[in-house]
């Protein structure tokens, strides 16, 4: 499917639905990491794909590798998903910067919850983005004003604890589709992993 034909699948499902498009502030050119959150219901995945489509990103996403068995590999494969397998997550990053590589509207949507039901955030998003180096762009939706797109886009310092509280001041008054299942935009260690991470960029 076609960039085209996808602008105009996305723009006759935001004419129709009940949800409004809120378009991008500032709008940023060149790969990206958009977070999809606060990840609270199957739905999320239907607007993260309109806010995308209708920006005219070539959107990918991460999928575990079961999702593309049979007659379901193609159609997940076309909605940009990428395989993963979850025993060998050291070759995620390498496999995104190469699809990033020369690809100016590449984007690759995360759900940082991983689950529905979770006390708080991966850490998979950040390591991604980090070592990939893509910026995040704040991709959101808020049931409380039935609005979804496209927050600010911000570089990862490297430093967890301060990225991760700019992003938690964003998603403060994002409700989510089910509020009672929107997850705190926290990761488990936010001081350990920035430990990690200049260790990692240091060796």
């Known amino acids: 499917m076609g960039v085209w034909v996808r602008r105009q699948v996305a723009r006759i499902f935001w004419l129709f639905s009940r949800w409004r498009l809120v378009p ?76 990033a590589k020369g690809d100016a509207e590449f984007a690759l949507v995360v759900t940082p919850e991983g ?29 409380a004003t039935r609005s979804a797109g496209l927050g600010p886009t911000i570089g990862l310092t490297g430093d967890v604890e301060a990225d991760m509280s700019t992003i938690r001041e964003f998603y403060a008054d994002k409700t989510g589709v089910k509020p009672e299942l929107r997850t705190e935009p926290r990761l488990q260690d936010e001081a350990r992993l920035t430990a990690y991470l200049r260790e990692s960029r240091n060796n």
């Open 115 to 143: 689950t529905r039901s979770g006390s708080s955030w991966r850490s998979g998003f950040y390591r991604i983005a980090y070592r990939a180096g893509l910026p995040v762009t704040m991709g959101f939706a808020d049931g």
């Open 24 to 99: 991008e502030a500032n709008p940023h050119h060149g790969p990206r990491l958009m977070l999809g959150a606060p990840h609270t219901s199957n739905f999320d995945f239907v607007l993260m794909l309109a806010i995308a489509w209708r920006a005219g990103l070539k959107v990918r996403w991460l999928g575990k590798q079961e999702l593309f068995k049979g007659i379901a590999g193609p159609i997940m494969r076309g909605l940009g998903g990428i395989p993963v397998d979850r025993s060998r997550p050291e070759g995620i990053v390498g496999e995104v910067v190469a699809l």
